[in-house]
């Protein structure tokens, strides 16, 4: 029996690097842009609490000076690209909830003497 009787396996695995290493590759990119999407929604979603965090406290400033604080609020929210969804003035405590895209965030902001008894 010569060497050119013997046939290949069947399951002859010439070119089987090149198909593994695109299925890495995808895969590679796939859980790089899973990455990526997470990562913008958090972002979007810090930038959101942050619009809020900086509304409340010029709300709460606004009120402490006799202003209405929602209108103060609304504006600051406005210049972090969010948008008030609602505004509660209770007392100098001013609590508001900012949209910004698809995310949104509640923050509260008053005076340190109006949070309430130390224990």
């Avoid at 050119?4 to 990119?29: M, Q």
């Avoid at 709300?59 to 929210?77: E, F, K, L, N, Y």
């Avoid at 909830?97 to 109006?114: D, L, M």
């Amino acid at each position: 029996m010569s060497r050119k009787d013997i046939r290949p396996w069947p399951g002859d695995e010439r070119g089987s690097t090149t198909v593994t290493g695109a299925f890495i590759t995808a895969l590679v990119l796939t859980l790089t842009m899973a990455a990526i999407q997470a990562g913008a929604v958090l972002v979007e979603q810090r930038r959101a609490a942050v619009a809020a965090d900086l509304a409340a406290v010029a709300g709460a400033v606004d009120a402490q000076r006799g202003g209405g604080g929602c209108d103060a609020a609304a504006r600051i929210a406005a210049a972090n690209g969010a948008t008030v969804d609602g505004c509660v003035r209770d007392g100098e405590d001013v609590q508001v909830t900012v949209a910004r895209g698809q995310r949104s965030a509640v923050a509260r902001a008053g005076p340190a003497e109006s949070a309430g008894p130390e224990e």
